[in-house]
């Protein structure tokens, strides 16, 4: 599957972008799709996922890092195959590169089999 990322830019802090992310080649089917980021100089980390099953230590269908709760909503569209990432209330620390990805999953850390070629989004003070 071919993943397309879009939607990133600049913005002030307190402002919102929504990413977008559509996929080619194959449908998301039932894995998950997700969300990680790598900001300057640190690891990429993981930001959202989403699955049509049930993440089992929720029991819900979407989970997110500690530090977006609340301020980032993960939502995605079958018919079109794409997979979304609202963000609200950005802080500066949110600047970095997101990517999307498919077949999310989490075995001892979230992991992914396909990734996006990631989309800079930058949050000024």
């Known amino acids: 599957v071919q993943l397309q990322a879009s939607g990133g830019g600049l913005v002030q802090a307190g402002g919102s972008l929504r990413l977008s992310c559509a996929a080619s080649?194959?449908?998301?089917?039932?894995?998950?799709v997700g969300w990680f980021r790598r900001a300057p100089g640190k690891e990429r980390e993981f930001v959202a996922v989403?699955?049509?099953?049930?993440?089992?230590?929720?029991?819900?269908?979407?989970y997110y890092a500690d530090f977006v709760k609340g301020r980032f909503t993960i939502s995605r569209d079958n018919a079109k195959n794409t997979v979304y990432l609202e963000m609200n209330s950005l802080k500066p620390e949110d600047t970095a590169v997101y990517y999307c990805a498919a077949e999310v999953q989490y075995g001892s850390t979230w992991k992914a089999n396909y990734w996006g070629q990631g989309t800079q989004v930058t949050v000024s003070s």
């Open positions: 080649g194959r449908t998301f089917g039932n894995y998950g």
């Open positions: 989403m699955s049509l099953a049930a993440i089992s230590w929720t029991g819900g269908s979407t």
